[in-house]
């Protein structure tokens, strides 16, 4: 099983929806979750992180840990054709352990 | 925006090459990083460096090799490149020693090509 698992999509959504993306994770000691937006032949850059359960609000992003569940969710409220990217999840331990364990990315397309 | 540089950006050799990827960042961070990506697939770390002098090997094996002689340079070579080590290659660097959470920030890969 991998420690992360995120739907690869596509999603396809129209201008203005509500968008969900979610990763679900194996490893209980992760605290520490991120959420990167990549578009094409880019690289990934970050756009929030949150700290073990609870959300966190940023314009129209908003973060979600669920640590009882193991399972974490991005929503993008009024989505644009410019949020048309691929999305990738990424959390640690924290402490010491800097490196990041990343989920496959999602690939959205919101349409005008 | 983070100002974190890759050269080249795109890059098409032939197998038994030697080659360089540069990496620079200007942010003064301590730790960087190389990741390997493929279409549909997890980012990979390959290697990684705590600061100067220091290097590690990631998660993922990789043939390529790493320096890290100046805090804001962190170059990988691969001596006789293989149309395996076709892949985009991204570089990162994070916030200097004490932050309480890795938060990468990325450059804009380089796509690598092996005929």
């Known amino acids: 099983q991998k420690e992360v698992e995120q739907d690869p999509g596509p999603l396809s959504v129209p201008e203005g929806a509500i968008v969900s993306l979610n990763c679900t994770y194996s490893n209980s000691a992760f605290q520490y979750f991120m959420w990167y937006r990549q578009y094409s032949r880019k690289g990934p850059e970050l756009l929030m992180y949150?700290?073990?359960?609870g959300n966190k609000e940023d314009g129209r992003f908003t973060a979600q840990v669920d640590k009882s569940s193991k399972y974490i969710s991005l929503f993008i409220r009024d989505s644009q054709p410019s949020d048309s990217a691929t999305y990738l999840c990424?959390?640690?331990?924290?402490?010491?352990?800097?490196?990041?364990?990343f989920g496959k990315g999602t690939l959205l397309t919101v349409n005008p | 925006e983070a100002d974190i540089y890759q050269t080249p950006r795109y890059l098409v050799i032939g197998t038994g090459k030697k080659i360089t990827l540069e990496c620079s960042q200007t942010m003064g961070h301590d730790k960087m990083y190389w990741y390997q990506q493929d279409p549909g697939m997890e980012l990979h770390l390959i290697h990684y460096?705590?600061?100067?002098?220091?290097?590690e090997k990631g998660d993922l094996s990789s043939e390529s090799t790493v320096s890290r002689i100046r805090t804001e340079h962190f170059p990988l070579t691969l001596e006789s490149a293989r149309p395996s080590h076709t892949s985009q290659y991204l570089c990162?660097?994070?916030?200097?020693?004490?932050?309480?959470?890795?938060?990468?920030?990325f450059g804009p890969g380089t796509r690598l090509t092996v005929l």
């Open positions: 460096s705590y600061g100067v002098n220091s290097t």
């Open positions: 990162a660097s994070s916030w200097p020693e004490g932050a309480i959470t890795d938060t990468q920030y």
């Open positions: 949150t700290y073990s359960s």
């Open positions: 990424a959390m640690n331990s924290g402490g010491s352990n800097y490196k990041l364990t």
